[in-house]
């Protein structure tokens, strides 16, 4: 299994930044899929989340700012970030899993990716 994110970079606050995730290896449709963040210093935790019957999370910190969506005929998932904040920096990870309630607390997850990096100067 692979999860290839992309899309990270150095944008000021106030831009806007779409994150990208290709999957293969798995069968795409059937997972649930998320964006987690990790800081300097900071547990890694989820951000947005879609399940494969397309609900949807956020974490307080990005709701309003950021949307997640998912494409099953080209297994990916995608994170707009809008009005981004210095605080939004991280490296953010593409994550894959069967359970919704696992998937969204970072506990025992299925499949994780390489994560990509996001700054956001102030």
């Known amino acids: 299994v692979q999860l290839q994110a992309s899309g990270g970079g150095l944008v000021q606050a106030g831009d806007s930044l779409t994150l990208s995730c290709a999957a293969s290896g798995l069968a795409f449709s059937t997972y649930n899929m998320a964006w987690f963040r990790q800081s300097p210093g900071m547990e890694r935790r989820a951000v947005a989340a879609i399940a494969s019957g397309g609900t949807t999370f956020y974490a307080n910190s990005v709701k309003g700012r950021f949307t997640i969506s998912r494409d099953n005929a080209k297994n990916s998932i995608s994170l707009q970030m809008d009005n981004v904040k210095p605080e939004d920096t991280a490296t953010y990870y593409c994550?894959?899993?069967?359970?919704?309630?696992?998937?969204?607390?970072?506990?025992?997850?299925?499949?994780w990716g390489k994560g990509t990096l996001v700054t956001v100067s102030s």
């Open positions: 994550v894959a899993d069967r359970g919704w309630a696992s998937l969204i607390a970072g506990a025992g997850i299925d499949y």
